[in-house]
């Protein structure tokens, strides 16, 4: 098992920044991918970047740019750097950690909310 703990969430106004830190604990050797989700009002959860123990990250195009996504192996956390917030950024956020082989290991943190909004 993996646990996740999410922090850094909160109102800010567009243009704005907000930095989220998810932290793992438990069985971390098992998990080689960690990435933010996040899911708006009335939407379905989307994707929104991933980074691998390697260091390789990926973004969905709406935060390319801004939105920058990095790790640290050491401490077994991963951080989200959140610029130029706009207001459809706002929607909750969730940490996810899987491994990339074996599917049916994969795990959620518990969510935190951003809101962006003047």
């Known amino acids: 098992q993996v646990q996740l703990v999410e922090s850094g969430g909160g109102l800010v106004q567009p243009g704005g920044s907000l930095r989220l830190s998810c932290a793992a604990s438990?069985?971390?050797?098992?998990?080689?991918?960690m990435g933010w989700y996040r899911q708006a009002p009335g939407k379905e959860r989307e994707l929104v970047a991933t980074?691998?123990?390697?260091?390789?990250?990926t973004y969905i195009d709406s935060v390319k740019g801004r939105f920058t996504i990095s790790g640290d192996n050491a401490k077994n956390t991963v951080w989200m750097q959140m610029n130029s917030l706009k207001p459809e950024d706002t929607a909750v956020y969730y940490c996810?950690?899987?491994?990339?082989?074996?599917?049916?290991?994969?795990?959620w943190g518990q969510g935190t909310l951003v809101t962006v909004s003047s």
């Open positions: 438990g069985s971390i050797l098992s998990i080689n991918v």
């Open positions: 996810n950690a899987r491994n990339s082989v074996y599917r049916h290991l994969e795990y």
């Open positions: 980074i691998t123990r390697s260091g390789i990250t």
